[in-house]
């Protein structure tokens, strides 16, 4: 079992332009939450996808929109970036209905 | 507004020392709590998870305590060593319709050989 997979590992961004992360989730999991973590902070909540839909969603502007697939991965998007956006973006997953969330390693994105 | 709260936000104690994390949250209405381990840059381990209903949960040298009515919970390690430094981040899941996790900022634990 892979555990939950993150790519690109670093990207080096401008501001102004667009990104796409990308994770997939642990085996038999169905669920997948994004997260973002600034240098020295927690993580915060920015949305869960489940069936291939936008379930909740964190205090994050329209900027950063996600995608699901039906093999259960996911992309996480950010447009017009900015030098605020720099941290790590980190994936979840879990079964539904499960308690437990599953991090990756997590993809690091500077902006500059 | 579920807040919350780690104390200390950076701690330093010499190998073999007993030692303990605090966490505390704002809205005692959660569904569980859990305890990561996060090295530098990278992702997130599952240490510990507690259930609302639960008051402790023990692996190995690590003992996590939850007291909901007090909105406390602490991360108990024992006979620390060098291989135990690491970013430790507590996290509840709230009551309610959701599955999110709200984090704290995390304790800076080294252990000193």
């Known amino acids: 079992d892979a555990g939950v997979t993150q790519s690109p590992t670093h990207l080096i961004k401008t501001r102004g332009q667009q990104v796409t992360l990308r994770c997939s989730p642990k085996?038999?999991?169905?669920?997948v939450s994004w997260y973002q973590q600034a240098l020295g902070q927690g993580p915060q909540f920015i949305f869960q996808?489940?069936?291939?839909?936008?379930?909740q969603r964190g205090n994050f502007p329209d900027r950063f929109s996600g995608h699901q697939f039906p093999n259960y991965s996911s992309e996480l998007n950010v447009n017009a970036l900015l030098l605020g956006d720099s941290a790590l973006y980190l994936c979840?997953?879990?079964?539904?209905?499960?308690?437990?969330?599953?991090f990756g390693p997590g993809t690091r994105l500077t902006v500059t | 507004k579920q807040e919350v709260t780690q104390i200390p936000a950076a701690l330093s104690v010499p190998e073999g020392e007993n030692l303990v994390l605090n966490c505390s949250f704002t809205?005692?209405?959660?569904?569980?709590l859990q305890w990561f381990r996060q090295d530098p840059g990278k992702g997130l381990t599952s240490l510990l998870l507690?259930?609302?209903?639960?008051r402790e949960q023990t692996s190995g040298r690590l003992n996590a305590s939850l007291d909901k009515s007090s909105g406390r919970s602490t991360l108990y390690i024992a006979a620390s060593q060098p291989g135990d430094s690491a970013t430790y981040l507590c996290?509840?899941?709230?009551?309610?319709?959701?599955?999110?996790?709200?984090f704290g900022t995390g304790t800076l634990l080294a252990v000193q050989p």
């Open positions: 507690i259930q609302s209903s639960q």
């Open positions: 085996s038999g999991h169905d669920t």
């Open positions: 996808y489940y069936e291939e839909e936008e379930r």
């Open positions: 979840a997953s879990s079964a539904q209905g499960a308690w437990e969330q599953y």
């Open positions: 996290a509840v899941r709230p009551g309610g319709a959701t599955n999110k996790l709200i």
């Open positions: 809205d005692s209405a959660i569904y569980n």
